[in-house]
């Protein structure tokens, strides 16, 4: 898991941008982000649907 924190102290809010990685592969499995001021995540993406096709 790789976790990044944005924001800063004088305004309070703080931000979360996560990403989990299959093991061995290292592929992204989910990334995710969210916000202290609300409850549900901005976004949550299942890995899969964050490659592309090779043709």
Do not use: C, F
Not at 5 to 10: D, E, F, P, V, Y
Not at 19 to 39: H, L, M, S
């Amino acid at each position: 898991m790789l976790q990044l924190t944005l924001g800063t102290a004088s305004s309070g809010k703080y931000s979360w941008l996560t990403n989990t990685y299959e093991e061995g592969t290292r592929r992204v499995e989910r990334a995710r982000i969210d916000r202290e001021t609300v409850k549900t995540p901005d976004s949550d993406i299942d890995g899969h649907n964050l490659r592309t096709e090779r043709r």
